[in-house]
């Protein structure tokens, strides 16, 4: 079964995604997306906070929400009803609203030409992944389960504000990644993280989700297939899949987490690849793993 993958660009994921990584301090290396988008995203975090609203669920919500061709009231209310309820939507909505518009505003103001960019992007990286990537989703199928892959996914291209990052959103079957011309760390290609974020999309089925919480889940897929991911690269002869292209992978993809996590995903690779348990019940140990 191949993956149907809907492209597509959106100027206000990459006004959000700018603004979330601003928030929680991580790099922003465009200068020009820094500037003109601190004030307004602090001034939505302080916001967020007089609102006694949880930031990291609001993103959640917000930044797959902004790939959608629906207003911006429209996009916070869905993403808070969803995330908070009514109640909560009823009276935060126009707040939010009045914060989030002035930072796409203000990515428009400083890059006029992004949208105009972002779609002369897509068509390379559309061509780089119709050649390699179904290669890589194989070998990722291969090494798990046949149905670990969703049918259809879309990947939203943004702003390269990181000059490299991506994120996957199961619930809403997205993957947001920065349309970065030439890959950062030509060990580790863009296309490699593109397919580790799309194996991550069907992680919220019940036979996955039923077994941990949400959110631990969540992140013992994203680091479980991070060495499984490189296993299935070094096949398609796109990156190694050594430990230090597991540390490599570790860095590059901001996957945070305790100082040996490449340790420990390295122990736990070993023990999955040469005894193939229940791809469910390996996530459960990894998780385990992590929290001794």
């Not at 006029?112 to 972002?118: F, N, Q």
């Not at 398609?236 to 945070?256: F, I, K, N, S």
Request: with cysteine; glycine share 8%.
């Amino acid at each position: 079964m191949s993956l149907s993958i809907d492209w597509q660009t959106s100027v206000a994921a990459s006004a959000l995604h700018a603004a979330e990584r601003l928030t929680r301090q991580a790099p922003v290396v465009d200068a020009r997306v820094a500037d003109a988008l601190v004030e307004q995203a602090a001034a939505l975090a302080g916001e967020l906070a007089n609102l006694g609203i949880d930031a990291a669920a609001w993103w959640a919500q917000q930044l797959p929400l902004a790939a959608t061709p629906v207003s911006v009231r429209e996009r916070v209310e869905i993403g808070l009803r969803k995330a908070f309820g009514s109640a909560v939507a009823g009276r935060a909505a126009g707040p939010l609203s009045g914060r989030v518009l002035p930072i796409e505003q203000a990515l428009v103001r400083a890059i006029p030409a992004v949208s105009s960019e972002l779609e002369l992007r897509l068509p390379p990286w559309r061509q780089q992944w119709e050649a390699r990537g179904p290669g890589l989703l194989y070998g990722i199928r291969r090494l798990t389960e046949t149905d670990l892959l969703p049918e259809t996914a879309r990947v939203a291209l943004v702003h390269p504000a990181a000059g490299g990052a991506g994120r996957a959103f199961a619930p809403y079957n997205l993957v947001l990644c920065e349309a970065t011309l030439t890959d950062p760390e030509p060990r580790l290609p863009e296309l490699v993280r593109l397919g580790w974020l799309l194996a991550q999309l069907n992680l919220d089925l019940p036979r996955y989700g039923d077994r941990l919480p949400r959110e631990r889940l969540a992140r013992a897929a994203a680091w479980g297939l991070v060495p499984i991911t490189l296993a299935a690269a070094e096949d398609a002869e796109l990156a190694r899949a050594d430990r230090a292209a597991l540390e490599l992978a570790v860095a590059q993809w901001e996957l945070g987490g305790p100082g040996n996590l490449s340790g420990i995903l390295d122990t736990w690779y070993g023990v999955y690849r040469d005894s193939r348990p229940d791809f469910g019940a390996s996530l459960v140990a990894l998780d385990a793993m992590l929290e001794e």
